[in-house]
């Protein structure tokens, strides 16, 4: 199957300073999704992105299909950011099933 | 609200027994997904269904089974527990073939003592 890499498994950064996670994944995909845990254990959605550029907010998120990695960027971080960021891929058609990497452990220090 | 709502919450059992947790996927999503993170295995795909009929399995276990119902809620049963099946277990739901991706509920800690 799919295997997902993601780095680096920690960071540690004040408040305001900006980030950028990565994921490498091994075969062609159709879907990536990158994931917020927060310390309650939520899973929220940030990004669906398969391909190309997208932003929300202080968050962006690219992914290169033909070299196999996404980039998450983080801006301007602030307390809340804190939690794992999980790069998830998939090869079906459409949402099928997922294959996640391990995470990014991101603690924003005030 | 994610629109994703699983019960219960949390849930103790001993070892040996029986559990069911439940989950409505999101208002129009015919897609239910099912997974389980654990510390040791992190997020493991169990089983997927779509309008009540199994689309596709992966890691799950023979003591565990899944089903969709006409209403489109699931039901993930989970028997015989081990110390082992100690995890936070998620519901997730989409429409397949959306732009949007997953939307998961919050989850059910299942601790087994």
């Known amino acids: ?110 | 609200d994610s629109g994703v709502t699983q019960t219960p919450k949390h849930l103790i059992t001993a070892t040996g027994q029986r559990v069911t947790l439940r989950c409505s996927p999101r208002s129009g999503d015919l897609s239910v997904y099912w997974y389980q993170q654990s510390l040791d295995q992190g997020l493991q795909f169990l089983i997927q269904y779509y309008n009540g009929e199994e689309r596709a399995k992966g890691n799950i276990l023979e003591r565990f089974s899944a089903q969709q119902f006409p209403d489109l809620h699931s039901e993930l049963n989970l028997s015989s527990l081990e110390l082992g099946d100690s995890a936070l277990y998620f519901c997730a739901s989409s429409v397949v073939a959306s732009n949007y991706g997953y939307t998961f509920g919050s989850g059910t800690r299942l601790t087994v003592v």
């Open chain 1, 1 to 110: 199957g799919i295997q997902v890499e993601q780095s680096p498994p920690d960071l540690i950064l004040q408040e305001g300073a900006n980030s950028t996670l990565r994921c490498n994944f091994s075969d062609s995909v159709n879907n990536l999704q990158w994931f917020h845990q927060n310390p309650w254990g939520q899973l929220i959605n940030l990004f669906y992105i398969p391909s190309g550029t997208k932003q929300n907010g202080r968050l962006s998120a690219t992914t290169v299909a033909t070299e196999r990695y996404s980039l998450l960027y983080i801006s301007s971080s602030q307390t809340t950011d804190s939690g794992v960021y999980f790069c998830a891929v998939g090869s079906g058609f459409g949402n099928e099933k997922l294959t996640f990497g391990t995470g990014t452990r991101l603690t924003i220090i005030p």
